[in-house]
């Protein structure tokens, strides 16, 4: 439905959003689902054990307001190369594909996975270095406009201490965008809780 301005143009006002209702996983995680996944389905693996730069894993919960983990969430995953540098299209046949698409399995407890290579360091529009970082979107019921959040690492304390975009963020609640590494295993993993309401709640950005 268009709207007239003032000066006879035409407006076109933002479409509404919505939920993503009980279906979501049909449609973007199909395995998940319990159905049988497309030719080059969007999963967990943003990074294949060719491409360049440090493998790791991240491994995450998306907590509510009660403390109840929310087992029915699906996650969007972005980040850059071990260069800092955004891949400008999609192709699954990459060795580093940049996009990724997660959601806990049925007997997970709610836990989800990502399979990619550390970050490097972003240019941020001042021109300084940001830390490495990966960037969520999350999606799920009772969520009616996606949210938008980051994760960092512990290990990269010097990076984030110096990182124009984490000085934005308020200094006790920059904690609430670090994973912490888990020692041990032959892939570094790290473990992050993102919490959707509370005391903890985590940090989301409006972009």
């Given amino acids: 439905m268009t709207q007239p301005t003032k000066n ?6 933002e479409s509404p959003s919505q939920t993503a209702g009980p279906y979501v996983h049909i449609g973007l995680a199909l395995e998940v689902a319990g159905l049988p996944p497309r030719d080059f389905e ?3 693996e943003i990074a294949t054990a060719e491409a360049a730069g440090e493998a790791i894993e991240i491994v995450g919960t998306v907590i509510d307001g009660n403390g109840d983990v929310v087992d029915d969430i699906l996650v969007e995953a972005w980040q850059a190369d071990a260069e800092g540098l955004y ?4 192709r699954a046949d990459r060795a580093f ?12 407890d709610g836990q989800w996975w990502l399979h990619t290579i550390k970050p490097g360091r972003v240019a941020h529009p001042s021109g300084a270095p940001m830390a490495p970082h990966i960037n969520l979107m999350l999606f799920a ?9 980051r994760v960092y690492f512990d290990d990269e304390a010097e990076a984030n201490a110096a990182c124009p975009f984490l000085a934005r963020v308020p200094a006790g609640r920059r904690a609430t965008l670090i994973a912490t590494r888990e020692h ?3 892939t570094p993993r790290y473990r992050v809780a993102i919490h959707l309401q ?3 709640e985590t940090v989301f950005f409006d972009f």
């Fill in 8 to 13: 006879g143009q035409l407006l076109y006002p």
């Fill in 42 to 44: 969007i999963g967990p």
């Fill in 87 to 90: 891949q400008t299209d999609y």
């Fill in 97 to 108: 594909r940049g996009f990724g698409r997660t959601a806990p399995g049925e007997h997970d």
């Fill in 141 to 149: 019921r009772g969520i009616n406009i996606h949210l938008n959040t």
């Fill in 184 to 186: 041990g295993g032959d």
């Fill in 198 to 200: 509370g005391p903890r």
